[in-house]
């Protein structure tokens, strides 16, 4: 055949940072601080309740369930989210449910963005946003956040990484559709003030554009900060789009259950897409994720509710891992939320030297040694910046730290072992 055999839309798409990255972790014997998933179960309740539709007198629930979402599951998310945003919520015409919180932005993508369309996409960014909006034949437009010098004696936070509000206003143009936010943003643990929305709002309402609006990490911030639902802003709930994920929200990432809701008019567009590719959800895992909800709901801010709890536990899972970090001298980035971590290995380039002609960016080839020569595993940043940034941010690397006592103790010997021969005892 002489034309190419792939569709022209997928043409530079198939490099994917998860799939290269994942297979070398397991390649070799590593401590694993590289891609977000936990090593421990979710809580019992949501198991307990996976295993009763499983195993229980419903025979209905091993089969098809409703295209569109379960209906206990939609019922309970409406309720749920409707009571936090203030906001009535339409079980059926305003929540779908989908294959994870991927399938939703995949919908998303699919159903609103046209050839031509603008998307605003704000950096460092989940990566697949940017080849989603490719495949649905949109153009993305980079925003930086910038880091700013933290004050004498303190140490980075995810909050010193902001916007510059004039140059967000002009990727804003006639071809806008919309704006991707993600806060708690994925890689940086950004938390996005209110204000900081409220700048994004009101150029959204003032241009008419769509708010695309991923808050997988909804439930983990950390010191006391409020995560704030754009949607909730004023002029908003008729153009976002808010994506969730039982897999971040349950410490379930392997279920894939996700969900996304919005005003109908959007929503229904997302409907088509759905009902045209994956269809269905699984039955059993659905049922589980509504009774977690339910129960969130009954317990909903008391001090045993998981939506407490687990963020409680990983401030400190992340203060210790920031302690080791300085130990070895790599500088963390606090961050605000989410469980990743973003560390500067500047101090560390003797160990893998730069090779200025190589195509491939620093932080890359760092963590490949490093997983190779430390047995210790994370994630190149510059995995999460468009083309024209890859290398003003291959200084940097991710680490998750939603782990278990003893994968964060490996962790932490290797880097003291690292140090003591570095710097000798
Ligand atoms: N958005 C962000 C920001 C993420 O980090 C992830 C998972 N890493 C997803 C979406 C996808 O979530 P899910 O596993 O539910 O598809």
Same mark, same amino acid.
């Given at each position: 055949?002489?034309?190419?055999?792939?569709a022209?839309?997928l043409?530079?798409?198939?490099?994917?940072?998860?799939?290269?990255?994942v297979?070398?972790?397991?390649?070799y014997?590593?401590?694993?601080?590289?891609?977000?998933?936990?090593?421990f /179960? =979710?809580?019992?309740?949501?198991?307990?309740?996976?295993? *009763?539709?499983?195993?229980?007198e419903? #025979?209905? %629930?091993?089969q098809?369930?409703?295209?569109?979402?379960?209906?206990?599951?939609?019922?309970?998310?409406?309720?749920?989210?409707?009571?936090?945003?203030?906001?009535?919520?339409?079980?059926?015409?305003?929540?779908?449910?989908?294959?994870?919180?991927?399938?939703?932005?995949?919908?998303?993508?699919?159903?609103?963005?046209?050839?031509?369309?603008?998307v605003?996409?704000?950096?460092p960014?989940?990566?697949?946003?940017e080849?989603?909006?490719?495949?649905?034949g949109?153009?993305?437009?980079?925003?930086?956040?910038?880091?700013?010098t933290p004050?004498?004696?303190?140490?980075m936070?995810?909050?010193?990484?902001?916007?510059?509000?004039?140059?967000?206003?002009?990727?804003?143009?006639?071809?806008?559709?919309a704006?991707?936010?993600? /806060? =708690?943003?994925n890689?940086?643990?950004?938390?996005f003030? *209110?204000?900081?929305?409220?700048?994004? #709002?009101? %150029?959204c309402?003032?241009h008419?554009?769509?708010?695309?609006?991923?808050?997988?990490?909804?439930?983990?911030?950390?010191?006391?900060?409020?995560?704030i639902?754009?949607?909730?802003?004023?002029?908003?709930?008729?153009?976002t789009?808010?994506?969730?994920s039982?897999?971040k929200?349950?410490?379930a990432?392997?279920?894939?259950?996700?969900?996304?809701?919005?005003?109908?008019?959007?929503?229904?567009?997302?409907?088509?897409?759905?009902q045209?590719?994956?269809?269905h959800?699984?039955?059993?895992?659905?049922?589980a994720?509504?009774q977690?909800?339910?129960r969130?709901?009954?317990?909903?801010?008391?001090?045993?509710?998981?939506?407490?709890?687990?963020p409680?536990?990983?401030?400190?899972?992340?203060?210790?891992?920031?302690?080791?970090?300085l130990a070895?001298?790599?500088?963390?980035?606090?961050?605000?939320?989410?469980?990743?971590?973003? #560390?500067? %290995?500047?101090?560390?380039?003797?160990?893998v030297?730069?090779?200025?002609?190589?195509?491939?960016?620093?932080?890359?080839?760092?963590?490949?040694?490093?997983?190779?020569?430390?047995?210790l595993a994370?994630i190149?940043?510059?995995?999460?910046?468009?083309?024209?940034?890859?290398?003003?941010?291959?200084h940097l690397i991710?680490?998750?730290?939603?782990?278990?006592e003893?994968?964060?103790?490996?962790?932490?010997?290797?880097?003291?072992?690292?140090?003591?021969?570095?710097?000798?005892?």
């Amino acid at each position: 055949m002489s034309r190419p055999v792939q569709a022209q839309r997928l043409e530079g798409l198939d490099k994917n940072v998860w799939v290269e990255f994942v297979k070398l972790a397991a390649t070799y014997p590593t401590v694993n601080l590289g891609q977000g998933f936990p090593d421990f /179960s =979710p809580p019992d309740f949501v198991k307990e309740a996976f295993v *009763k539709a499983v195993s229980g007198e419903n #025979a209905m %629930l091993h089969q098809y369930t409703r295209v569109f979402g379960h209906p206990a599951l939609v019922t309970i998310l409406a309720r749920f989210f409707g009571k936090l945003l203030g906001q009535d919520i339409d079980p059926l015409t305003n929540v779908m449910v989908t294959v994870g919180a991927y399938e939703a932005l995949f919908c998303c993508f699919q159903a609103l963005v046209d050839s031509g369309d603008e998307v605003i996409i704000i950096e460092p960014y989940f990566d697949c946003y940017e080849p989603m909006v490719k495949m649905a034949g949109g153009t993305p437009v980079f925003i930086p956040l910038r880091p700013k010098t933290p004050a004498p004696g303190k140490l980075m936070s995810s909050g010193d990484w902001q916007l510059d509000p004039a140059e967000l206003a002009s990727k804003f143009t006639r071809r806008t559709k919309a704006i991707v936010l993600n /806060s =708690p943003n994925n890689p940086l643990g950004k938390v996005f003030s *209110k204000k900081e929305m409220e700048i994004i #709002a009101d %150029l959204c309402v003032k241009h008419d554009v769509l708010c695309f609006s991923d808050e997988v990490y909804e439930w983990l911030v950390y010191d006391g900060k409020k995560h704030i639902r754009i949607a909730s802003l004023p002029g908003m709930w008729d153009r976002t789009i808010t994506i969730g994920s039982a897999g971040k929200t349950f410490s379930a990432t392997g279920w894939k259950v996700g969900w996304m809701f919005g005003p109908d008019h959007l929503v229904k567009h997302l409907r088509t897409v759905h009902q045209n590719c994956v269809y269905h959800c699984p039955t059993a895992a659905q049922e589980a994720v509504a009774q977690g909800f339910q129960r969130e709901f009954e317990h909903y801010g008391k001090p045993e509710s998981y939506f407490v709890q687990l963020p409680q536990e990983l401030q400190q899972k992340r203060d210790r891992l920031v302690q080791s970090l300085l130990a070895v001298g790599m500088k963390p980035i606090i961050p605000e939320g989410t469980y990743f971590l973003i #560390a500067d %290995l500047s101090d560390f380039k003797a160990e893998v030297p730069n090779l200025p002609d190589c195509e491939e960016p620093y932080d890359s080839r760092f963590i490949k040694w490093m997983i190779k020569n430390k047995g210790l595993a994370a994630i190149p940043v510059s995995a999460f910046y468009s083309t024209a940034q890859k290398r003003n941010f291959d200084h940097l690397i991710r680490f998750c730290f939603v782990k278990e006592e003893a994968t964060l103790k490996a962790a932490e010997d290797i880097l003291q072992q690292w140090k003591l021969k570095k710097t000798g005892p």
